[in-house]
């Protein structure tokens, strides 16, 4: 069986956005589950990245690599709204960190009263997405969630190291916002 729609790869498949609620287990997430979220997230992301690129082409685009800053974040946004996820905004928060927000992306589920970003299928398939378009490792962090009740969902991303200087200096009680502006590319 193939997609009928022109930018999804023959073995996409199409599930309902309660699926990732169904996802979560009624006592929580422990950090095995978290991480085999994201690392399916981030296998899914990578497959994305050709459905993407066939979306680019089927336009008369450049592929994804090649496209100036200024077209990319709204190219991206379309794309994945016309595959369910929900429309992006792409913002510089500093030379090292980017965010991604959006106010109705398909993994959040603000019924659920959750305590804490949860978006760890959309983490994954950011990291394993934007990697395949900068050809390097990047690092994706949640850091405000639908979920939690926030207005929007927002995504960092950075080289590793970068989001781990972010993390750290988080978990330090620095505000992700000044952690990611200090931060300095690598």
């Keep these: 069986m193939t997609s009928s729609l022109p930018y999804l790869t023959p073995r996409t ?15 929580g997430l ?31 685009d450049v592929p994804a690599e090649y496209l100036p800053d200024d077209r990319f974040g709204p190219l991206l946004g ?5 595959a369910g996820w929900g429309t992006v905004r792409i913002t510089a928060i500093s030379d ?11 993994e959040a589920t603000p019924e ?3 305590v804490s970003p ?6 994954g398939l950011l990291a394993g997405f934007l990697g395949k378009v900068a050809n390097a490792p990047l690092s994706v962090l949640e850091v405000e969630c639908r979920s939690t009740g926030a207005p929007h969902c927002r995504f960092l991303v950075g080289s590793v190291d970068v989001m781990q200087y ?3 200096a988080m978990s330090r ?12 590319a690598d």
């Design 78 to 82: 379309e794309f994945l709204a016309a």
């Design 166 to 168: 972010v993390y750290d």
């Design 13 to 27: 498949v199409a599930v309902p956005a309660e699926f990732f609620a169904a996802l979560r287990l009624p006592s």
């Design 173 to 184: 009680g620095v505000a992700y916002a000044s952690a990611a502006a200090s931060a300095a």
């Design 118 to 123: 949860s978006c760890h299928v959309g983490t």
């Design 112 to 114: 659920s009263g959750a």
């Design 30 to 60: 422990d950090a095995s589950n978290v991480a085999m979220l994201r690392d399916a997230g981030f296998t899914a992301g990578e497959g994305l990245y050709d459905s993407f690129g066939q979306w680019l082409e089927a336009r008369g």
């Design 96 to 106: 090292a960190v980017m965010a991604i927000d959006t106010t109705e992306w398909a």
